[in-house]
């Protein structure tokens, strides 16, 4: 399967200037165990290999769930809180359960992840929606955390995410529908905490690596990611990423 994203319609692919592009959060839901998940994985690699949505800067985040591995693989990425959190985005969309691969955009549209035509139109109209400019300031890799401040004009009625993601990891599949493929994903959830909104105001905070300080997944560099999210609507009002060395 050829995976292309086009560019908007009458505009060239090519990327614009960084400040003119707004950050649209991007959240995959996949597990390894799922055989309709990998065209899904690689889109989200192409998006943020390529940018190709002129006036969006897509955040990528893949989310792997755990629900699959009871059918022979047990993905190695997969923990409870990102099933949870396809949870809790199921009941704010109304479906009647969860699936893979999905994608939510900006925490407001919701699709089957491999849908190329939905992902572009899910980020030209959130580009063109108003963000809270969020600054991520002093971040680095200490001793197995990340160490850094964060700059936003969080309101008591918004929430703010901290999220530590690797870089890029793969895996030999040896068991379930993907037996067989060696499995390659982007941006891959490790970390996710909730911090309170006042958090935002440039203190030092620290955010522990997890599974990142394990020497399985000590390699690599680390995707710092923040957002604000709108604790009525689930609207992601802006996000903010930087790449640490470890």
């Avoid at 139109?121 to 991520?136: D, H, Q």
Wanted: with cysteine.
């Amino acid at each position: 399967m050829q995976l292309f994203i086009p560019p908007l319609s009458g505009q060239a692919a090519t990327p614009s200037a960084p400040a003119q592009r707004a950050p649209v959060l991007v959240e995959l839901f996949t597990s390894e165990g799922c055989s309709d998940c990998p065209p899904a994985d690689a889109l989200l690699a192409k998006l943020d290999a390529t940018q190709p949505i002129s006036g969006a800067r897509a955040i990528v985040l893949s989310e792997h769930v755990t629900y699959w591995n009871h059918q022979g693989w047990t993905d190695p990425f997969s923990f409870d809180a990102m099933t949870e959190r396809q949870e809790d985005y199921g009941r704010r969309f109304g479906l009647d359960s969860s699936y893979t691969p999905q994608m939510v955009v900006d925490g407001v549209d919701q699709f089957v992840g491999s849908n190329t035509h939905a992902l572009v139109a899910a980020l030209e109209k959130e580009a063109k929606a108003p963000k809270l400019a969020i600054a991520i300031e002093g971040a680095s890799w200490d001793h197995g955390s990340a160490q850094f401040s964060i700059h936003a004009n969080a309101s008591q009625g918004t929430k703010l995410i901290a999220v530590l993601a690797a870089d890029a990891t793969h895996s030999e599949v040896a068991r379930g529908e993907n037996a067989g493929r060696t499995l390659h994903h982007t941006a891959v959830v490790r970390v996710m905490k909730e911090l309170k909104a006042n958090a935002a105001d440039g203190r030092q905070l620290t955010l522990s690596g997890g599974p990142l300080t394990q020497k399985t997944e000590a390699d690599g560099p680390v995707r710092l990611v923040v957002f604000l999210v709108d604790r009525k609507t689930g609207h992601v009002l802006g996000a903010a990423q930087q790449t640490l060395q470890r």
